[in-house]
């Protein structure tokens, strides 16, 4: 009796005492496992928990890892984890044998003097991050004592976007050694009920995909990814942890209207993908670097896709392609419509495609916008169709008009915002920041396409993604005398597979309902959408959920009015720049998102200032390489 007692007591203790593997191994299977193999350098990461709460769309992460100093001297531990770009840090505390070091977040400025004043007295050391294709690095590193705890908690925030009709999450699966608890928990709420639900992990074998649970019913879905130490194992015998790579969440909801509007605690959200309208024929003009340095992976990748694209195209579509080196070749004088005959003829242009001479971008890019404008004052595209310009670089403009500003100006003129201007930037140099400024001045947006096997595919997944216009000039509007603070509402394209979101706050504390007017042009028509919500109810709705964090509208409107902010940011100037940066600066305080405006500030209380650790969010366009700064913790 007494032994079965002291075995109660002795299991209620482990949770309490946050314990390892040490004491829970004897209950474990016992065969040949050792508790060893959880040890790496000293350290023993006994707990690593990824909780996600997703609230129509916006995701709230906390990483959690736990470690212990098995070591009898003290020891380095490293939190190391990928983030996704689009994601801002909100919160991150490490705890050191129960004392709390929250982290605060500064002015990028003011963040940095304290570093750079830690620095002077060679105190620090600085790490640099490389940031990935879709992620970001966040790491830090503190010195613990033996037998010493830490807890580090990071928190993040992202909109998840849809494309090719999906939700996407993305979690970076890492954690370098053995966990004897190690869990992936994610909770997602969909006022408009979710439709399908997959999770899949690109490391995870046969034995390990039922591991992976996931339920969704009405408006909640749940996925679990929670492996044992065994099913972490690359091999049976194996010390090294399989779990390496992308663990992807991909989800969508009803869509029994357009669109839904959500109203919480004074602000409100709404989403507008309308599904089943009618294709709009489309106008592409393919504009492609082929100067000396795209010569061998970047021309055959290039030709790759663009055959593969011309598998997908429509025929009532028009296209053409304008080649640049030093010159400027046509593939042909005018539009052509995608016809059998037209398709087989490009591919055989597109076959003999080849590099030659140095980068005249700015004579590409005016010449395939003269076309398009060409094209609809001759009426020979039809009137009612969307025009998209893909262009696609690897260098700097070096013949012709090479001012960057010069270029930009040049483009904006002959765009007059007719058209929007994709720029693709292939490989690492390059202006990305031109590129980008460039396009977001035309309502385009730009990407990187990253050298290596893929390219191809990189470069038909943009594609893929403005291939189905279904909607023109969009426009969303609200009631203006019951609301301000609008996120953008006037949107050149709809593309299928999409989703169109603005959110705003409302200014009459007395409003019952609120209604959301589109307008936009369709294929056939011109079109108008109406939603209406009941502020009371709606609200009454979303507070019944345990699954969400209270102000997620408000938190939501702040994540996209600063994503906006700093978009416009890289195209102004002067004073209307500094304007904007203040603004972004005042909301990313305000709502603490570590935004490339901001740093993340960790300071041990009872130290001084030396003992410092920031972390920024680098800044896509000045490299791939963005630096960050970070203060060992010593
Ligand atoms: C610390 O551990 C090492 C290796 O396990 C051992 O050789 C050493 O004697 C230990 N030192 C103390 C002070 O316990
Ligand atoms: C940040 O995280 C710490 C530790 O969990 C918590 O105490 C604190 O309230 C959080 N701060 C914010 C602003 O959420
Ligand atoms: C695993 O390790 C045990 C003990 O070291 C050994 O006997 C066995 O052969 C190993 N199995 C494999 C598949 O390597
Ligand atoms: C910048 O902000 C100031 C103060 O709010 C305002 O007076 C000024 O007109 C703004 N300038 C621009 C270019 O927006």
Not at 27 to 50: C, H, P, T, W
Request: some cysteine; overall charge negative; hydrophobic content about 40%.
């Amino acid at each position: 009796m007494e032994n079965h007692l002291l075995f109660y007591i002795l299991l209620a203790l482990i949770p309490a005492l946050e314990t390892s593997d040490f004491l829970i191994t004897p209950f474990r299977n016992i065969q040949k496992r050792s508790a060893d193999d959880l040890i790496v350098n000293g350290i023993e990461i006994y707990s690593m928990k990824i909780d996600s709460k997703v609230t129509s769309r916006f995701a709230h992460n906390v990483i959690t890892s736990r470690a212990v100093n098995r070591a009898n001297v003290s020891k380095e531990v490293v939190f190391d984890v990928d983030l996704p770009k689009t994601a801002f840090i909100t919160n991150f505390s490490m705890t050191i044998d129960g004392v709390t070091y929250p982290g605060t977040i500064k002015e990028k400025e003011v963040a940095k003097k304290q570093y750079e004043k830690a620095v002077s007295r060679g105190q620090t050391a600085g790490l640099i991050r490389a940031s990935g294709r879709k992620t970001e690095k966040f790491t830090v590193s503190v010195n613990i004592a033996a037998a010493s705890k830490v807890t580090f908690e990071l928190t993040y925030e992202e909109l998840l976007k849809r494309s090719f009709g999906k939700y996407e999450m993305l979690i970076k699966v890492k954690p370098k050694q053995l966990i004897n608890h190690f869990e992936i928990q994610a909770n997602i709420f969909e006022p408009q009920g979710i439709s399908e639900l997959e999770a899949q992990g690109s490391f995870i074998t046969n034995d390990l995909s039922q591991v992976i649970k996931k339920s969704f019913s009405g408006k909640k879905g749940h996925v679990s990814f929670k492996p044992t130490i065994d099913q972490q194992r690359t091999c049976a015998n194996c010390s090294t942890s399989l779990l390496d790579g992308d663990f992807t969440i991909k989800y969508d909801v009803k869509r029994d209207s357009p669109g839904d509007l959500q109203i919480v605690n004074g602000y409100f959200v709404h989403f507008f993908a309308p599904t089943n309208l009618p294709n709009f024929p489309k106008n592409v003009v393919f504009v492609i670097d082929i100067s000396g340095s795209m010569s061998g992976i970047g021309i055959q990748q290039t030709r790759e896709a663009l055959l593969k694209i011309l598998e997908d195209i429509r025929e009532d579509d028009y296209f053409n392609f304008i080649l640049f080196g030093s010159d400027v070749h046509i593939w042909t004088d005018t539009l052509v419509k995608a016809t059998a005959e037209n398709l087989k003829k490009a591919k055989d242009f597109v076959r003999a495609i080849d590099t030659r001479g140095m980068t005249n971008l700015h004579g590409g890019l005016m010449k395939g916008i003269e076309m398009l404008t060409t094209a609809f004052e001759t009426n020979s595209v039809p009137k009612r169709s969307a025009s998209i310009i893909i262009l696609l670089t690897d260098g700097q403009p070096n013949v012709g008009v090479s001012d960057p500003q010069e270029i930009q100006a040049n483009v904006k003129k002959a765009i007059q915002g007719r058209y929007p201007l994709y720029n693709l930037a292939f490989g690492y140099g390059i202006d990305y920041n031109f590129l980008e400024k460039m396009a977001l001045e035309n309502k385009g947006v730009a990407r990187r396409i990253y050298p290596d096997s893929d390219s191809a595919i990189q470069m038909e997944g943009f594609y893929e993604e403005v291939a189905n216009p279904m909607l023109t000039e969009v426009e969303l509007n609200y009631p203006e005398n019951a609301i301000s603070d609008l996120t953008q509402n006037n949107f050149k394209h709809y593309y299928d597979g999409s989703e169109i979101v603005v959110a705003g706050r409302i200014t009459d504390n007395d409003l019952n309902s609120l209604t959301a007017d589109v307008k936009a042009q369709g294929a056939e028509n011109d079109v108008t959408f109406s939603e209406q919500a009941d502020v009371e109810e709606t609200a009454k709705a979303l507070q019944e959920q345990e699954y969400i964090f209270g102000d997620y509208i408000e938190r939501l409107w702040a994540y996209l009015t600063i994503q906006q902010l700093l978009e416009k940011r890289t195209v102004a100037q002067g004073e209307e720049k500094e304007n904007l940066t203040a603004e972004a600066l005042e909301l990313s305080l305000k709502y603490k998102f570590v935004t490339p405006l901001t740093s993340m500030v960790v300071t041990k209380p009872e130290d001084n200032e030396d003992k410092t650790a920031i972390a920024d969010k680098p800044v896509e366009g000045t490299d791939i390489f963005s630096f960050t700064l970070l203060r060992e913790f010593k």
